[in-house]
C-alpha cells in the first residue's frame, strides 16, 4: 500500500527486512558515505550509551569517518561540543551539549521523583535538611573543579562524619545522580585508559552550558522535541519503543506522541500489528535505502540496540538471550547483513577478539567476518588514553 504526495508513490506498510534497512541507515551503518563530524552522528543517534568507558568509541567508529579516539575525546572534555551524564532510562549517554536542556526537562523531572522515592526507602536518609545542605556542599565543590567521589567525601565530610566510610561514599554518590538527574552536574574526563573506567570525575553542567539554557526550557515542549529527534534516529517506531527507550511510562508517553500528532504519519510492519510512526517529513525517506555494511562490530549497549522495545527488526527472538543477560548486561554483537547473528569480547590484556555466531557461517562469510575482525583489533589494541586532568 502507498500514499501519493508530490506525485510519488510512498509506502503505508513496509517489510521487516525495510524496516531493518530504515533503521541501519539512520543508524549509519549503511554502504554510503559515512558522516565526518561527530557531532551530527551523535545527535542523530540521539546519544550514545557509555556505561562502558570503550562502548562510544566503537560506535562511532563505525559510524564516522576516519574516526579517532581523541576526536571523541576533545570533544567531550576540550571542546565540550558534546556532554556525558545519566540520561535516558538513568544511564549515562553523551549527547551534544546544544540538546542537554531538551534531554534533561525532558527526563529530569521524572528521574528525579523516582530517585527521591527510592531514596525515602533508605534509613540512612533521616535528615533530609542535611541532605539539601550535602547536595549544595557537593555542587559547590565541584565549582572549583573537576573532582573524583573520593574527593569529594573529603570535601564534604563534616556534613556526613557520623556515618561509615562506605556510607559517605554511598550518600555523595546518590546525591550525585540526583544532582546530575536536577541537571546540575555531568561526567567529566575519568581517570584511567581509554577502554577501562579507574574513577569518574566529575563536574558541574556551567563548565558545558550557560544555566539560564537549561532553566530556559519547559518540560512539555522538551518532551515535544524530544520525541521528534527521537523518531528522526529510531523512526518508525511505535509508542512501545519510545518510552523504552527514553524511560518513561506508556501513558506519558502516549500523551507526548498526542501533542505531536500533526507532524506524524503512520505506517504498518508486514507481520507486525502494532502501529508505527514516522515524522511526515520523513515519508519519502523511506524509499530507496542502501544495504546495510556486510560486517560491524556493535559494542555493549550500542544505540542501534537500545533504540526500540521491539528487536525483531534486528534479531530473531531465539537469539534474543543471547545479547540481553542478567542484571541488565547488554553484550557486544556481531551485525552481519542487517541482522545481529552473534556476539563478540575483546581481552586487552593478550589482545585476544573472541567471536561467537549464532549459528553456522559458510566459509565465504567467515572469511569475511575475519578480515573485519582485523580492523576492529587494530582500533582497540591502540593504547590511545584521556590525557590526566590537570
Not at 530504515?22 to 551530527?40: D, K, M, N, Y
Not at 573532582?147 to 563534616?158: A, G, M, N, P, Q
Not at 530507496?288 to 550500542?302: A, Q, Y
Request: with cysteine.
Amino acid at each position: 500500500m502507498s500514499v501519493e504526495i508530490g506525485g510519488r508513490a510512498l509506502p503505508k506498510q513496509i517489510t521487516l527486512d525495510e524496516l531493518s534497512t530504515i533503521t541501519l541507515a539512520r543508524h549509519f551503518l549503511v554502504s554510503g558515505p559515512q558522516p565526518e563530524e561527530i557531532t551530527e552522528a551523535v545527535g542523530r543517534l540521539c546519544g550514545l550509551n557509555a556505561q562502558s568507558a570503550r562502548a562510544p568509541y566503537v560506535s562511532l567508529w563505525n559510524r564516522v569517518e576516519g574516526f579517532t579516539k581523541e576526536t571523541l575525546t576533545e570533544a567531550l572534555y576540550e571542546e565540550k561540543t558534546l556532554i556525558k551524564a545519566w540520561l535516558m532510562r538513568g544511564t549515562v549517554h553523551i549527547i551534544p551539549t546544544a540538546d542537554f536542556p531538551v534531554y534533561q526537562k525532558a527526563l529530569g523531572g521524572d528521574l528525579c521523583k523516582a530517585w527521591e522515592a527510592s531514596l525515602k526507602k533508605q534509613t540512612l536518609l533521616d535528615l533530609p535538611r542535611t541532605w539539601t545542605r550535602l547536595l549544595d556542599a557537593i555542587a559547590n565543590s565541584l565549582g572549583e573543579g573537576p573532582l573524583v567521589k573520593k574527593d569529594l567525601v573529603e570535601r564534604v565530610k563534616s556534613l556526613i562524619g557520623g556515618y561509615t566510610e562506605s556510607e559517605q561514599k554511598r550518600l555523595v554518590g546518590w546525591a550525585l545522580r540526583l544532582l546530575t538527574y536536577q541537571g546540575r552536574v555531568c561526567h567529566d574526563r575519568p581517570t584511567g585508559p581509554w577502554y577501562h573506567f579507574k574513577d569518574n570525575r566529575f563536574a558541574l553542567v556551567s563548565d558545558w552550558l550557560a544555566p539560564e539554557r537549561i532553566g530556559g526550557t519547559v518540560e512539555e515542549e522538551a518532551r515535544h522535541d524530544l520525541l521528534i529527534k527521537y523518531l528522526g534516529g529510531y523512526g518508525p517506531a511505535t509508542i512501545h519503543d519510545f518510552a523504552y527507550w527514553a524511560g518513561l511510562k506508556i501513558p506519558k508517553a502516549k500523551q507526548v506522541f498526542r501533542a505531536a500528532r500533526k507532524h506524524l504519519s503512520e505506517i504498518s510492519v508486514e507481520g507486525s500489528k502494532a502501529t508505527f510512526w514516522v515524522l511526515a517529513e520523513d515519508l519519502d525517506s523511506l524509499v530507496g535505502r542502501e544495504p546495510g555494511k556486510r560486517v560491524c562490530f556493535l559494542p555493549e549497549f550500542d544505540s542501534l540496540i537500545m533504540g526500540h522495545k521491539d528487536k525483531s527488526r534486528l534479531i530473531d527472538a531465539e537469539n534474543r538471550t543471547k545479547v540481553f543477560l542478567g542484571l541488565a548486561r547488554v553484550v557486544p554483537t556481531l551485525l552481519l547483513d542487517g541482522r545481529l547473528a552473534g556476539t563478540w569480547d575483546y581481552r586487552f590484556g593478550d589482545q585476544s577478539l573472541h567471536i561467537k555466531p549464532f549459528g553456522r557461517l559458510s566459509q565465504e562469510t567467515s572469511n569475511t567476518i575475519k578480515a573485519a575482525s582485523r580492523h576492529l583489533k587494530e582500533f582497540l589494541k591502540e593504547e590511545t588514553a584521556p590525557q590526566p586532568h590537570p
